[in-house]
Each structure stands twice: as C-alpha cells, then as structure tokens.
C-alpha cells in the first residue's frame, strides 16, 4: 500500500492512525474530516486504503464506507463505538469494510491494517490476472475476425487460415494479434 485517505473528525485520532500509517511505510496520507470532502476527492483519486473514524460530522460514515468498498478499487477500515459495531459490522462485512470497535489499541489496529495490506496484495494480484485474461480475449477476437477474412475472401479453410497468421508471426517476429490487425486494415477498408 502506497497511499491512505484518513476521514476523521477528531485531531487526537488523525495524530493516532497517521503515526501508525507511518510506521507501516505508507507514504502518501491525505486527511480529511467530512464525508463530503471525501466523497469529492475520491471523485478525483483513488487510494489503497482508506481509515473512517466514524461518527463524521455529516453522517455516520458507514455509507460512506459501503460506497467506498463497492467500487472494489481501496480496502477500508471502518472505526465505529463499541455500542454500534455488532450491528454496523453486520452490515458492512458482506461489502468487505473491515470494522474495529472503538476504544482501539495499537496492537488491534496493526492487525487490522496488516489485513487490509494482504486483502489489497490478493486484490491487486486478481486484477492483473483479469487484466492479462481480457487481453488473451480480445487477442484472440481479433485473430478469429482475422482467419474469417481469410476464409471468405481468400477461400482458405480455418486450419489453413490459422497457420497462415502462425508462420506470418514467426516469418515477420510479431505476435499473432500484429498480423490479425494487418490483415484486418487490409480486407476492412
């Protein structure tokens, strides 16, 4: 994690979590203290966590928390008084908010984040699988309108039409896509 939004009312509680963020090498924390302010930056950026000390001064902060979450992009810490967490906790789980009953320790909160640190890492490991999987699907899109090109206009059966862009690729050193999209510009216009 590189960066963190902290949205807090309370000073004490800034002066707490950012010493913590600091400890665990985040380097980039950014501080606010209502909902709106961080529902207007976030608009803007983005961040890998965000740390809620609930109540704010313009609501609860447990939307603010569940909008967050949804969006998939930051792991958020939600801070709530011990009378509110069962039920806050109940609701926001199921949208991945981790939520810490307040008053916290610093043992409680370094474990907290040290979740919210692995749950980013497996986050930011599945999308670049997704990521590496949508490219392999538009690769293979292309080249398959490639070889339909070279049925119809060229009369060429699917095997030969694939061997086609494979030895092209190999004969010119490109990838398979690059001869697909050239056949494409050709046979498109």
Same mark, same amino acid.
């Given at each position: 994690?590189?960066?963190?939004?902290?949205?807090?009312?309370?000073?004490?509680?800034?002066?707490?979590?950012?010493? *913590?963020?600091?400890?665990?090498?985040?380097?980039?924390?950014?501080?606010?203290?209502?909902?709106?302010?961080?529902?207007?930056?976030? *608009?803007?950026?983005?961040?890998?966590?965000?740390?809620?000390?609930?109540?704010?001064?313009?609501?609860?902060?447990?939307?603010?928390?569940?909008?967050?979450?949804?969006?998939?992009?930051?792991?958020?810490?939600?801070?709530?008084?011990?009378?509110?967490?069962?039920?806050?906790?109940?609701?926001?789980?199921?949208?991945?908010?981790?939520?810490?009953?307040?008053?916290?320790?610093?043992?409680?909160?370094?474990?907290?984040?040290?979740?919210?640190?692995?749950?980013?890492?497996?986050?930011?490991?599945?999308?670049?699988?997704?990521?590496?999987?949508?490219?392999?699907?538009?690769?293979?899109?292309?080249?398959?309108?490639?070889?339909?090109?070279?049925?119809?206009?060229?009369?060429?059966?699917?095997?030969?039409?694939?061997?086609?862009?494979?030895?092209?690729?190999?004969?010119?050193?490109?990838?398979?896509?690059?001869?697909?999209?050239?056949?494409?510009?050709?046979?498109?216009?």
């Amino acid at each position: 994690m590189d960066s963190a939004l902290i949205v807090s009312y309370s000073e004490k509680s800034i002066t707490f979590f950012t010493e *913590m963020l600091n400890s665990a090498s985040i380097g980039h924390i950014v501080t606010l203290k209502s909902c709106g302010e961080a529902k207007r930056l976030l *608009m803007e950026r983005d961040f890998d966590l965000v740390i809620i000390n609930a109540p704010l001064r313009d609501e609860s902060g447990e939307s603010l928390a569940r909008h967050i979450a949804s969006k998939g992009i930051s792991q958020v810490i939600l801070v709530v008084k011990s009378e509110y967490f069962e039920e806050v906790s109940a609701k926001t789980e199921e949208d991945g908010v981790l939520t810490i009953a307040k008053p916290i320790n610093r043992a409680l909160f370094w474990s907290a984040l040290k979740l919210a640190k692995a749950a980013s890492s497996r986050l930011k490991a599945v999308r670049a699988e997704n990521s590496k999987l949508k490219q392999k699907i538009e690769d293979i899109r292309i080249i398959d309108r490639a070889k339909c090109i070279l049925i119809s206009y060229l009369g060429m059966s699917e095997q030969e039409a694939h061997r086609y862009i494979e030895k092209k690729a190999m004969d010119m050193r490109i990838t398979k896509r690059a001869v697909a999209e050239g056949i494409l510009k050709i046979y498109e216009n």
